[in-house]
């Protein structure tokens, strides 16, 4: 017996702003927050329960007033056969502002059950017994250290919804997460997506590589290395459009799970407009080293005390001196880590010029700061106190970053710098956030802004928490 599923759809290609639709908001956790809650998940031994919307779409009333055709094959006439036109009264797939009106609908039942939405982050509800409710679209994570009352908020919302209980989370944004209770660990394994990915661009017979990138690697703009020299080459629009293509799905890896390629990826994405033989080579490698490592998986391990003078927070940052040979500027990365797990990190070019590493570094902090303020106050406002500012490290290698952050000793260096740039200096002065010196050796970020060898590329892999077996055996 063969069942169908069949789904009616509207044409929101025929949508007009201001009369079909008005605002097309799509409210979702943001990664770093799921990995933060991952984190809480492994300090706090929580339960973490999934549970899915079926009929989301149902769920909400329009808005705006919005008619449309009959679906083909169904069409009902009048008695003069003239073909009768549907008024929507409810949101139906494909329309723009489906997942906005449901976000709406979600937030008025959570308030009524006394769920309380956090400022810093619209996704994520909290209460007073402590169940953490984090939204991505219909999919919902309920965190709680007791299983009844996450039972008990599951039958609450069976009987306002139709949701869909997917018991303890395994699959989350195509990753595979896998907990050990007894060793107090969490896996993060993306090894299916790569896989299906690769399956797609039909590069399953490729020789492995021991890195995402050749150290020697050189990519310019528009030019590709021929017969030691540099030749002009014009992508066609079909060769453009599968090299972003490509590049995207890479992005989306690297946001997850991969911080080790995020160096190659985002070197190869400065030339989506344009991508010649060489920029196809570089990624073809990319490819090769997700091959040969699709099994990698992100590694969460229960706090210890003794990592970083008991920091709970800690964030490593580092530059890069205009190593590109278009853009020249300077290079910005930084990796934070909670509770001595990564949750996040980042490769980007400066938006304004430096005229050295200290004051590269000095802008750099400025905006880790800000985020790092961020990620404290969702923490505060998830109720977690303990987890306070005074307690949060940022590692540098950099001395005279360090003494400018604390004061203005070297004025010459840093009177051109904008106002905007001294904010980490006030959270220095107010004891947010203290400053160390770590020695080069020890940055374990230099993976993210330079091109490392085979050896040295590994062992920064593995203090990243990407690891290929349970280290902790």
Do not use: P
Not at 197 to 208: E, G, R
Not at 431 to 448: E, G, N, P, S, T
Request: glycine share 0%.
């Amino acid at each position: 017996m063969f069942k169908y599923k069949a789904k009616w759809v509207c044409k929101r290609f025929r949508q007009k702003q201001e009369i079909d639709y008005d605002e097309i908001f799509v409210l979702m956790i943001r990664i770093i927050i799921i990995k933060m809650l991952l984190a809480l998940t492994i300090k706090y031994d929580y339960e973490v329960e999934q549970m899915n919307n079926i009929i989301i779409f149902l769920e909400a009333h329009l808005k705006e007033e919005i008619w449309m055709q009959q679906s083909l094959r169904f069409e009902q006439k009048e008695s003069n056969e003239t073909f009768l036109t549907c008024h929507l009264n409810k949101i139906l797939y494909e329309l723009k502002q489906t997942s906005q009106e449901w976000y709406a609908i979600l937030k008025v039942y959570l308030i009524f059950i006394n769920y309380q939405r956090i400022e810093i982050d619209h996704s994520v509800f909290t209460h007073q017994n402590d169940i953490i409710i984090a939204i991505y679209v219909n999919d919902l994570l309920i965190l709680e250290s007791n299983i009844f009352n996450i039972k008990a908020l599951k039958l609450q919302f069976a009987k306002r919804f139709q949701m869909k209980d997917l018991d303890s989370i395994e699959w989350y944004l195509e990753m595979h997460i896998t907990r050990d209770r007894v060793k107090q660990t969490l896996w993060i394994n993306q090894s299916t997506y790569i896989k299906r990915v690769i399956k797609l661009l039909s590069i399953s017979n490729c020789s492995s590589m021991k890195t995402s990138m050749h150290h020697r690697c050189q990519l310019k703009k528009n030019v590709y290395w021929k017969s030691e020299q540099w030749v002009k080459y014009q992508a066609i629009s079909e060769e453009i459009e599968n090299y972003q293509s490509i590049i995207e799905t890479l992005m989306w890896i690297v946001c997850q799970t991969w911080s080790d390629i995020v160096y190659a990826v985002s070197k190869c994405s400065r030339y989506s407009t344009n991508s010649t033989l060489d920029h196809d080579l570089a990624v073809k490698q990319i490819i090769q080293y997700l091959i040969d490592t699709a099994e990698l998986r992100l590694w969460y391990e229960s706090f210890k005390e003794k990592e970083v003078e008991k920091a709970e927070f800690f964030e490593y940052i580092d530059s890069a001196h205009a190593n590109c040979l278009n853009f020249r500027r300077f290079i910005f990365n930084y990796m934070f880590f909670l509770w001595n797990e990564s949750i996040s990190w980042s490769f980007k070019h400066q938006q304004c010029i430096s005229t050295s590493f200290a004051e590269a570094e000095y802008i750099d902090k400025c905006n880790t700061v800000k985020k790092l303020i961020f990620l404290i106050q969702a923490l505060k406002e998830m109720k977690y106190d303990d987890s306070n500012m005074n307690s949060t490290i940022i590692l540098a290698d950099n001395q005279a970053t360090i003494k400018m952050s604390s004061n203005f000793v070297n004025h010459l260096w840093v009177k051109h710098i904008n106002t905007f740039y001294h904010y980490v200096q006030n959270k220095v002065e107010k004891k947010a956030i203290r400053l160390k010196y770590i020695l080069i050796d020890q940055m374990i970020i230099d993976d993210l802004i330079k091109l490392l060898k085979s050896g040295k590329f590994l062992s920064f892999r593995s203090v990243m928490r990407l690891v290929e077996h349970d280290i902790s055996e």
